[in-house]
């Protein structure tokens, strides 16, 4: 699903409240990251993550292989921290309604 510009923006504001709740450390990417950062999309559908300076990666790749091992879609990249975005499947969570 590709988003629009119109709701980037809304998702931007949305993120920007936000605490990270997925950092990548020296291990990079890796398959515990990835099931981490699936769970808390399932649940929250918007979710912001940190990348520490021990990391190989730069905050850019991170995010970009990080959104596209869970099928979701990077929203925002700002100094180390980005933000990505995926429906939930679950009836249970509120979701976020998109313009």
């Known amino acids: 699903m590709a988003l629009t510009g119109k709701n980037i923006r809304q998702l931007r504001s949305l993120a920007h409240h936000l605490n990270p709740t997925i ?8 398959d515990g990251t990835v099931e981490q950062a699936n769970a808390a999309l399932e649940a929250h559908e918007l979710i912001k993550c940190s990348v520490l300076d021990t990391s190989s990666l730069d905050v850019r790749e991170a995010a970009n292989e990080l959104a596209e091992r869970c099928g979701a879609e990077v929203v925002q990249v700002i100094g180390r921290k980005f933000s990505i975005y995926r429906e939930t499947s679950r009836d249970d969570v509120e979701k976020i309604k998109l313009d």
């Open 23 to 30: 950092i990548i450390g020296k291990g990079d990417v890796n």
